[in-house]
């Protein structure tokens, strides 16, 4: 028995999420599918983290056991192989001991939120970003953003299915910048509640836009109340960039 870490990019629009479901597809399903057939055995994929449906990653981390180990060389394109035409993909493939665990041994994970600010239809990155239409000032959310930042109890921010114990998370970067007419939201933690991200990003783009202060993310964080939160975000600008792990 050999277990594997993966690298996995995925498109998240086909998909219910990351996690396996009964009656719907999933990025999960489709890994287990592939890592089986190549194994020739039932295969069970764990994730760093359970993305929401429509979420999509360029860096989302997983690992697996396989009965019958290979040449590392060839894991990755063997999967991809079985992979086809799922749009998913695996970048790399590494051996590591039986004690290593993807989700669990994870110290920082990385989301990107992409937002295209501009009035025009979206082409090339239709369900790849959010187009907002009106125009967004990024240094007023880049600003109020910065009162997210440490150790908080993110109640407001936290969709009611969240199975998380505790509402208590430590944020240690949120940013807001603007590159011509597309706006990005980088945000990092050890760890996230349910839709956490994209309740940040539908609640600064109030500021943005103007209908909100940015002393207001403040108040809606004091208020602990899932109620305060602004709209959120839909899932098609979100992307798992990262996840990072003790050397």
Same mark, same amino acid.
């Given at each position: 028995?050999?277990?594997? /870490?993966?690298? %996995?990019?995925?498109?998240?629009? +086909? ?28 295969? #069970? $994929?764990?994730?760093?983290?359970? #993305? ?8 989302? $981390?997983?690992?697996?056991?396989? #009965?019958?180990?290979?040449? %590392?060389?060839? !894991? ?8 086809? +035409?799922?749009?998913?993909? $695996?970048?790399?493939? *590494? *051996? =590591?001991?039986? *004690? ?6 994870? %110290? /920082?994970?990385?989301?990107?939120? $992409? %937002? ?28 109020? @953003? ?17 199975? @998380? ?10 940013? =807001? ?9 980088? !945000? ?8 956490? =991200? ?8 109030? !500021? ?23 709209? =959120? ?9 990262? !996840?990072?792990?003790?050397?």
């Amino acid at each position: 028995m050999q277990r594997y /870490k993966l690298t %996995i990019e995925y498109d998240g629009e +086909p998909y219910y999420g990351w996690q396996r479901q009964e009656s719907h597809p999933s990025v999960q399903e489709a890994l287990e599918t592939a890592a089986s057939k190549l194994d020739g055995a039932p295969v #069970t $994929v764990q994730g760093a983290g359970r #993305t929401d449906r429509g979420v999509h990653a360029t860096g989302q $981390v997983a690992h697996m056991d396989l #009965t019958k180990p290979r040449p %590392i060389e060839k !894991v990755a394109d063997a999967l991809n192989a079985h992979l086809r +035409p799922h749009r998913v993909a $695996v970048l790399k493939a *590494e *051996e =590591v001991d039986a *004690e290593f665990h993807a989700r669990f041994h994870a %110290i /920082k994970r990385a989301y990107r939120y $992409v %937002i295209i600010n501009r009035r025009a239809a979206l082409t090339f990155d239709r369900g790849q970003a959010w187009r907002i239409p009106y125009k967004l000032d990024h240094e007023a959310m880049h600003r109020a @953003a910065q009162t997210l930042i440490g150790i908080h109890d993110f109640s407001t921010f936290r969709h009611a299915d969240c199975q @998380a114990k505790s509402p208590v998370k430590t944020l240690d970067r949120l940013d =807001v910048a603007r590159y011509g007419e597309g706006i990005e939201v980088t !945000v990092e933690a050890r760890s996230f509640l349910h839709s956490q =991200v994209r309740s940040f990003v539908g609640s600064l783009v109030e !500021v943005g836009r103007g209908s909100q202060s940015e002393d207001w993310i403040a108040e809606i964080l004091d208020a602990r109340d899932r109620k305060a939160c602004g709209p =959120v975000a839909p899932p098609d600008g979100l992307f798992l960039e990262r !996840v990072e792990y003790d050397a």
